[in-house]
Each structure stands twice: as C-alpha cells, then as structure tokens.
C-alpha cells in the first residue's frame, strides 16, 4: 500500500470513530497480506485483549504499552523486531513527545504508520503530541462527532463533572468515556 513509508495521522474529538477507523485502516493491511499490529496505551483500559481477529479470520498484535518512554522505544523495537509493514496506534497523545520522533522515523524506514489521537484536550488546548505528528503527516483523516446539545458536527470534546462543565484546573489527563465526556460543537463547548 505505501511501501516507500507513510505517516498518517487520525483525529478529532472524542466519540468520533477514531478507533473505529483506525481498526478498518489496519484490517484492510491485513486483508492485502500485510504483517501488521496495533499498540494502544496501558492507561487505557477500555479494551485489553492481546489479539485481535480482523474479519477475514486472520489475526494480528495487539501490545499494550506503557505510556513513558520505555514504551516508546518498546514501540520502536517491536516494530523493527518483527518487521511489522504496518503499525496502528491508538489514543497516541497518552505517549511521551518522544513518540514524534521514533513514529517519524519508522515511516522514513518504511513503515505505514497509522496513528490515532485527541488533537485537543477538554479545555480546546491542543495536545502537544498529535499536533507535532499532524504537521509531520503525509495524509490526515479529521473525524467530527455529532453535538449532544443541538446535533451539529462537534469538533470538542466536553469534560463534565457531576454533569457539569469542569473547570479549567481540572487536570488534563482524565480517562473516560460517556460518564464523563460529551461531543460538542464550539458553541456549546464550555470551560468556566
Ligand atoms: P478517544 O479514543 O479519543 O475517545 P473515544 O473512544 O470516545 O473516541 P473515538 O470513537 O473517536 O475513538 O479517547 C479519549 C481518551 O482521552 C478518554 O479516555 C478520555 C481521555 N481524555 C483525557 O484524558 N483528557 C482530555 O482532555 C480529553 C478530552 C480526553
Ligand atoms: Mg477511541
Ligand atoms: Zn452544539
């Protein structure tokens, strides 16, 4: 498929299919005999299991990797090691800066590099990591999610807290899922 190395980066906010999409991107590897694997984050609990069973039958790695920097050269290695042409990464803003570099690599070494991420955190700051891999990207798929409030694509991610909107010094890092997100669109996204 991009045999000479890509970089492609998937983004937006939360409840936008990004996982979704990242899955299809590297089951349709699979299907094209591509050895392939994905890596997701170990601060992510959502899903765990160490395989993964595309629809075609065929298997392919699921590694669960620490989120420092260990786990990014864990990535690196295991990707070289077993000649992976075809690596996914979810929930990619979780890792180190770190991860930049040695996914931009890969790909200059010839790798399809598929990564998955928040552009922008709760508050509508960027994550620092997913906008360093979106300027290095050679393609970028932009996902919206439909506004819980008014039904218009949603471009934010909104933290809620006892249901209400938290606050700016709430930390940055906030595992979870409907109980304590919604997809908003800019005008109903709030952060007092
Ligand atoms: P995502 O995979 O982006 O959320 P999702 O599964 O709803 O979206 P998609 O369908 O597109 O895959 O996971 C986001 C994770 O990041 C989730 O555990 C909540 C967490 N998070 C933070 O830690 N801080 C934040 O500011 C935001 C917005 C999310
Ligand atoms: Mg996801
Ligand atoms: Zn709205």
């Known amino acids: 498929m991009h045999p000479e190395g890509f970089l492609e980066v998937i983004t937006g906010p939360m409840f936008a299919g ?6 299809k991107r590297v089951e349709r590897q699979i299907f ?6 994905l890596f997701k984050p170990a601060i992510d609990n959502r899903y765990s299991e160490n395989h993964v069973v595309a629809h075609n ?16 050269r864990q990535i690196y290695e295991i990707t070289k090691r077993e000649g ?10 979780f890792f180190p800066i770190s991860i930049v ?16 991420g928040l ?8 994550f620092e990591v997913t906008r360093e891999l979106l300027v290095r990207a050679d393609n970028i798929v932009y996902l919206t999610a439909i506004c ?3 039904g218009a694509p949603a471009t934010r ?17 906030l595992v979870g899922g409907q109980e304590a997100y919604e997809a908003r669109c800019r005008r109903h996204h709030i952060v007092p």
């Open 119 to 126: 552009n922008l955190d709760f508050k509508g700051d960027p």
């Open 18 to 23: 990004k996982t979704t999409e990242l899955i």
């Open 157 to 173: 991610s909104q933290r809620l807290i006892d249901g209400k909107p938290a606050p700016r010094d709430s930390p940055i890092i």
């Open 32 to 37: 094209a005999k591509r050895k392939a694997a």
């Open 84 to 93: 992976f042409e075809v690596i996914g990464v979810d929930e990619v803003q």
């Open 101 to 116: 570099e040695a996914l931009n690599t890969l790909a200059d070494e010839g790798v399809y590099v598929i990564a998955s």
């Open 57 to 72: 039958g065929l298997k392919y790695e699921a590694f669960v990797i620490p989120t420092d920097e260990e786990g990014v």
């Open 148 to 150: 819980t409030i008014c």
